[in-house]
């Protein structure tokens, strides 16, 4: 986690623009092709007096959405400067909402706390999933949901070294034992299960799967980000959306 902190602080100036801009949005779209809430149903259609708690929050839109839905969020992230600029979008947008500094895998909050635990591309790939989900669990009453949005196994495979080199059609690593992803020349540390593993892992923790969303980048689609391209994601899915539900 420090390796992750130290890492993220240093990003962080480079997420504002697209910070101010979710938090104007005024309907939430998803991960890096930017696909409307109707396609992906992040979220779940009543929020209205939900308890969520958005895992590796980043600068909070995701919280904000939800808040503007009626919902009582709380976030939580390892950057101290990611949760700079959320506070500061907080105070220029009237919406307020606990921001914890800390690590996702070992929360401060209480056993069945919320209805609602939501993460796009925070702890869902920041933090080790053996560790997050089960924390998951532990936060959410009977019932509860978990959403979350994360790369495609698919794209790990392809995905090369070099983050600024779009991935290919060639094999680069294996399937089996995906789990821990170091960078060349990058202090990061990213998490990447296959499927069988994290259906195990959701339903060990006490998960029911509702859905799988394999997602598609739109014909002409543009992104910021260069390891991949919206036509190798056009033919493939470089990200993907799990939703399950907690067993009463």
């Known amino acids: 986690m420090a390796r992750n902190r130290a890492a993220w602080d240093g990003w962080a100036h480079e997420y504002v623009e697209a910070a101010e801009r979710n938090w104007a949005a005024s309907e939430p779209t998803w991960g890096i092709w930017g696909l409307s809430e109707s396609l992906c149903g992040m979220i779940p259609a009543d929020v209205a007096g939900m308890d969520t708690v958005e895992l590796g929050c980043g600068t909070a839109y995701v919280s904000a959405w939800l808040a503007r839905r009626g919902a009582r969020p709380v976030g939580i992230d390892n950057s101290e400067a990611q949760l700079a600029t959320a506070g500061r979008l907080q105070a220029e947008h009237g919406i307020s909402f606990p921001l914890h500094h800390g690590n996702a895998e070992a929360t401060p909050f209480a056993d069945a706390s919320f209805d609602l635990a939501i993460s796009e591309y925070g702890a869902s790939i920041w933090c080790d999933p053996y560790r997050w989900i089960p924390e998951a669990a532990r936060l959410l009453r009977p019932g509860g949901r978990l ?75 543009a992104t910021r980000f260069p390891f991949v391209t919206a036509e190798w994601a056009h033919r493939w899915p470089s990200e993907e959306i799990w939703r399950a539900v907690k067993r009463a």
């Open 147 to 221: 959403h979350f949005l994360v790369n495609s196994p698919l794209l790990m495979l392809f995905a090369e070294d070099d983050d600024g080199i779009s991935a290919g059609e060639t094999l680069l690593r294996a399937y089996f034992g995906m789990h821990r992803f170091e960078w060349p020349g990058d202090d990061s540390v990213e998490f990447h299960l296959p499927h069988g593993e994290m259906i195990r892992l959701l339903r060990d923790c006490g998960f029911e799967i509702e859905a799988l969303v394999e997602l598609q980048a739109p014909q002409g689609a």
